[in-house]
């Protein structure tokens, strides 16, 4: 049992105090419980807030963090990510999603979806560590059936080696400028004989979509719905260059759509997403990083504020509220996901993160809201299934992961 004692926090939009008590991995009261706790924190300058989840992401590039930089997306993949990635290897990809899982547990992240290769790497990085993740089996076969089938085995491997951990899974066609229509299928059914979620990067360019249409004389929404690739379990990252229809008809189909702002503003992908679109037809819209190669960071914080920010700038200043930027990276995630976290409430999983109150760049707090998304907030401690992760802003054995990752780093470099 966990008594955070004196403790304010934020139940919707409402900041509450008071005491919150964990038992195993759930909330079992809040309000005056009282116990005679394992473990007592004393919590009367912190503030709890659920746990932030990261939707999109590509954990071990944190591997090319600062690698590639001032290129515009195509040139960045084709010259230099993907030839580094040809020479990836199970260690490498496990050490460096482990330095990313401890970058989003120090940031206040508890949960992230991934796509990236040998997921079961990242998996062991997941359970050594104590977040909670997605994790996908990910494929392209530009358009060549053999490399589909080639493809279509390691996938059906992977997600079986997957079921070995505590993750959730998916499989992951990378784009339709990478993988043929026929993979776009195969990835369907696949999902559905598995009952695993599809992870995916929608309409990120206007060349991407351009040149799916002079291909297939269609949209590339549209498309998709012709083989009813659209669906609840899809998760599409940037969902950038949509219309109007095809934003409906993604709402209708009950898909969800992760922004990613600063990816979307650092490869200058030339069009914001249409949030206020989004929201009118209904599309559950989700938040995340993207991988470290093109942030160059893991801080849902940061993306929070460049979320509100870039939607204000383009939209106009009442378009977006701070709150909206925190319920897309928590409850809304959460339903997402279909699992009981992103909100404080008695029964609710016990994924919390507190916040240091007391620092300069935090204070005064008119509206704490406003500080969560656009000051700088301390993350003092993180509870992940009902476990402390992150203690006084310290990852235990964070110093000698560094250490194996940068050694592993320079291998892989020279
Ligand atoms: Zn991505």
């Known amino acids: 049992m966990i008594l955070i004692e004196n403790v304010k926090f934020l139940v919707g939009e409402n900041l509450k105090e008071g005491n919150i008590l964990i038992d195993g991995n759930k909330i079992v009261a809040i309000g005056d419980a ?73 940031t206040g992240t508890v949960f992230f979806n991934d796509m990236y290769f040998f997921p079961s790497a990242t998996a062991r990085a997941v359970e050594e560590t104590g977040i909670r993740a997605c994790l996908s089996s990910a494929f392209f076969d530009f358009f060549n059936s053999e490399i589909l089938e080639a493809n279509m085995k390691r996938v059906e491997k992977e997600l079986k080696e997957l079921k070995n951990f505590e993750v959730l899974r998916a499989i992951a066609p990378h784009a339709v400028y990478t993988v043929s229509i026929e993979g776009l299928k195969r990835s369907v059914e696949i999902a559905e004989k598995e009952n695993v979620f599809i992870h995916f ?37 940037h969902s950038v260059w949509l219309d109007k229809e095809e934003i409906a008809l993604l709402g209708k189909r009950g898909v969800n759509a992760i922004h990613c702002p600063t990816s979307n503003m650092k490869l200058s992908v030339g069009k914001v997403m249409n949030f206020p679109e989004m929201r009118k037809s209904g599309v559950n819209v989700l938040l995340g990083t993207d991988g470290a190669a093109s942030n160059n960071s893991l801080n849902m914080f940061n993306e929070m504020k460049f979320c509100a920010l870039l939607q204000k700038f383009y939209y106009g200043a009442e378009s977006f509220r701070a709150f909206e930027a925190f319920r897309i990276s928590t409850e809304n995630a959460g339903r997402a996901f279909r699992i009981n976290s992103g909100r404080i409430e008695e029964g609710w999983l016990a994924d919390l993160v507190l916040l240091d109150l007391k620092q300069v760049h935090f204070a005064p707090c008119h509206d704490l809201i406003a500080n969560l998304v656009y000051a700088n907030s301390t993350v003092d401690t993180v509870i992940v299934d009902g476990k402390i992760v992150v203690e006084n802003r310290y990852f235990e054995g964070e110093e000698k992961l560094l250490e194996e990752f940068s050694k592993e780093v320079e291998r892989f470099f020279t």
């Open 34 to 106: 009282k116990d005679k706790s394992d473990f007592v924190i004393d919590a009367k300058d912190l503030v709890a807030i659920p746990g932030l989840f990261n939707c999109h992401t590509h954990s071990a590039m944190t591997l090319f963090r600062g690698y590639a930089e001032d290129m515009p997306l195509q040139e960045w993949l084709e010259k230099k990510i993907w030839p580094a990635e040809m020479r990836l290897n199970e260690k490498v990809v496990y050490l460096a999603s482990k330095l990313a899982c401890v970058e989003m547990l120090k």
């Open 201 to 237: 990067h929608l309409a990120e360019t206007e060349k991407e979509v351009v040149e799916f249409k002079k291909k297939h004389g269609k949209g590339i929404v549209k498309a998709l719905d012709e083989i009813d690739f659209l669906s609840p379990r899809l998760f599409c990252a």
